[in-house]
């Protein structure tokens, strides 16, 4: 055989070979293609307890808090204003300059003096008829006018001493020693801070709920506890700008972190609900305006509409749609399709 016969031989063996190989391909048969089972973890539906609560701004005032100042100008003669000093009611504060007003009432103490012995023999004349009644009645009510005085005098004298209308802490002090001073200068402030105000607003549709005596809870940046207070008053009308209602709670201090002007974050609950059906956030699917979850059932995932309601940090309350002891899937809620088989890897 030649050799380019034994290629022409070569070649039609290959091809037949290749053909054979084809049709066994096609005889081959085929099973139908499996739909892998997918696992996932779920949530079985139990009643249970939720507060109803808002959460809004708030800021911590001290109790009681005024300005000091003077009622009457005059020279500070006597300084007793340490800051940050806590002080008792009454304390003196501050002395102004009085040394005129003193002279003024010891004037009109001698005047009182004389008006009276001049009444006594007045009287003695008036008896014997040698006064008229009306120049006995002119002295007196030159006695009356004097003790008038005297009265007026004495208020101004006190005037000069400013003192703490209540129990509190001092603020910083504005003058000094020696300093003539006027109503229009403060001296300092003085604070109420063995408890304090909590002043929050809340919207006008929760303003019906807020009751005296109501507990609130809030917590303040940089303090890890959290804190109680309770309502003892609101505004008698709604805000007209803001549609809200002022309210003003009362706490108790003694913690460093209490302290007026600090932000505070209000927490008020407004009512609760025993057997509420609550499931976790993450397997509430959004569909538009709809929300779905997946049912596990029988095996299979079913797809179902739910009403929500109140939301708190990890669970969303279900109004409809399920019931108690419905098993919700909570993972690989984009992998599933309606129908599709699963597994239960976790059960909580």
Do not use: H
């Not at 293609?33 to 009643?47: D, G, M, W």
């Not at 959460?55 to 808090?65: A, I, K, M, Q, T």
């Not at 299979?300 to 109004?319: E, H």
């Amino acid at each position: 055989m030649t050799k380019n016969s034994y290629q022409v031989v070569l070649g039609l063996a290959l091809i037949v070979w290749t053909i054979a190989c084809k049709n066994s391909k096609k005889e081959t048969p085929q099973g139908p293609r499996q739909t892998p089972v997918l696992s996932v973890e779920a949530f079985v539906v139990k009643p249970s307890t939720l507060s109803s609560t808002i959460e809004v701004p708030g800021s911590l005032l001290p109790f009681e808090e005024t300005e000091i100042r003077p009622e009457i100008s005059g020279r500070i003669v006597q300084l007793n204003v340490q800051e940050g000093l806590q002080v008792s009611k009454g304390s003196l504060l501050v002395k102004l300059f009085d040394g005129d007003l003193q002279a003024q009432l010891r004037k009109l103490q001698v005047q009182l003096q004389i008006a009276e012995k001049t009444v006594e023999r007045q009287k003695q004349l008036l008896d014997i008829g040698g006064i008229s009644q009306q120049e006995f009645d002119l002295s007196e009510l030159q006695i009356n006018n004097l003790k008038a005085d005297i009265e007026l005098v004495r208020v101004n004298i006190a005037k000069t001493e400013i003192r703490a209308p209540f129990d509190g802490r001092l603020g910083l002090k504005n003058i000094s020693m020696g300093a003539y001073i006027s109503p229009t200068n403060i001296i300092t402030t003085i604070s109420q801070v063995n408890k304090l105000k909590l002043q929050f607003t809340v919207p006008e549709k929760y303003g019906s709920v807020v009751q005296r005596g109501q507990s609130v809870q809030f917590m303040l940046d940089g303090s890890p506890k959290t804190y109680d207070a309770s309502v003892i008053a609101t505004e008698s009308a709604i805000e007209e700008n803001t549609r809200s209602l002022a309210v003003r709670a009362v706490v108790s201090a003694g913690d460093r972190y209490l302290v007026p002007g600090a932000f505070a974050k209000v927490k008020m609950i407004l009512g609760r609900q025993e057997d509420a059906l609550m499931i976790p956030t993450e397997s509430v699917i959004p569909q538009g305006r709809k929300k779905q979850v997946i049912l596990y059932k029988d095996g299979k995932a079913l797809f179902t509409d739910i009403t929500t309601g109140i939301r708190d940090s990890s669970n969303i309350q279900v109004l409809s749609g399920i019931n108690t002891n419905d098993t919700v899937i909570t993972t690989g809620l984009l992998f599933l399709r309606p129908g599709a088989e699963v597994k239960l890897s976790k059960l909580r």
